[in-house]
């Protein structure tokens, strides 16, 4: 499966989808006007992806800021993953996030629930 890689810019994230360095992050700020078009590519890999997952699969995300559109496409990231988990793959999905933005960690925990996906949160100083 070939590595999907975006470079971040002001308003989108850096994205890595590499299976075999077993790689899997989105990292930066997602404010763009289209976030559809942007997400749309990512969550079609990440359902390929699902065909023949890694024995262990950990998705990192690290966004600054997050508007509530690509939230949506967020989730619709959650979903796919939470497809593989569902069919017993070792799923866990990895999230950064400033120790003083409680509404994102609420969020996210709230995220958590909905997918039924293990996380990992990590506070960022």
């Given at each position: ?46 359902e390929r992806y699902g065909e023949q ?73």
């Open positions: 499966m070939e590595r999907f890689y975006i470079a971040k810019t002001q308003t989108s994230p850096e994205v890595i989808l590499d299976k075999d360095q077993n790689k899997f992050s989105i990292i930066g700020v997602s404010l763009m006007e289209n976030p559809f078009k942007f997400y749309d590519p990512i969550v079609q890999w990440i997952p890694n024995e262990k699969t950990v998705f990192t995300f690290r966004l600054l800021y997050i508007n509530s559109a690509s939230m949506i496409n967020i989730s619709r990231i959650l979903k796919a993953l939470s497809n593989i988990y569902s069919k017993g793959h070792d799923v866990l999905v990895r999230w950064y996030y400033d120790e003083r933005d409680t509404a994102i960690r609420e969020h996210v925990q709230d995220l958590e629930e909905l997918y039924g996906l293990p996380f990992e949160m990590v506070i960022i100083k």
